[in-house]
């Protein structure tokens, strides 16, 4: 049965340039992001607890959804004005969402730098954890998170290494998107 004490989520889903996206927000903060799944129109949040909306027309909501798909054209934006509903979660992945949001488009951090961003040394793996069960990607830049040497290793939104791949060559990330000599 719901917790009739939390405000109901209000979603919708949007095209943007690299498919449909949906998204999810509690009273004026967003609570979920879902990146496009691999077969176009399936994006849908997860859930009995989120109503179905119309894309906003105007206002916080309908800017939000402007700005994602700008982002998401490439007229970069760092996004962290979006405010965010992290109500419920555990107090370390706060910390690592926290950490995460501060990288700007166009850099990276790996998961021990996060860790130790957090006072946690030693704790990349659970940094990992974390980032895996993030419900607000891209507006919690999870995709700026490498592994030590930079490869690109599990990324839990739909299409996975590729989708990282692709936002980071969106942003303009130094060594992703770009030609190669073979």
Known sequence: MPDSTVAPLDATDFDTAIGRCAIAW???????????????????????????????????????IARIRAHLDGDLDDLRWIPLDLAGLPEFHR??????????????????????????????????????????PLIVPCHRVLA?????????????????????????TPGFGEPTLF
């Open 26 to 64: 509690r009273a004026g903060a967003v609570a979920r992001f879902q990146l496009p799944g691999h077969d176009p129109g399936t994006t849908r949040l997860i859930g009995d607890d989120a109503r179905p909306i119309p894309v906003p027309a105007d206002g916080p909501r309908a800017e939000t």
């Open 148 to 172: 030590a040497d930079h490869s690109l290793h599990g990324f839990s939104a739909p299409g996975g290494v590729d989708t990282k791949s692709k936002l980071l060559a969106i942003e303009r």
């Open 95 to 136: 910390a690592v969402y926290s950490v995460t949001r501060a990288i700007d488009p166009g850099h990276t951090l790996s998961y021990g730098e996060i860790a130790r961003c957090c006072g946690a040394v030693g704790a990349a793996q659970a940094v990992g954890q974390a980032l895996g069960s993030n419900p607000i």
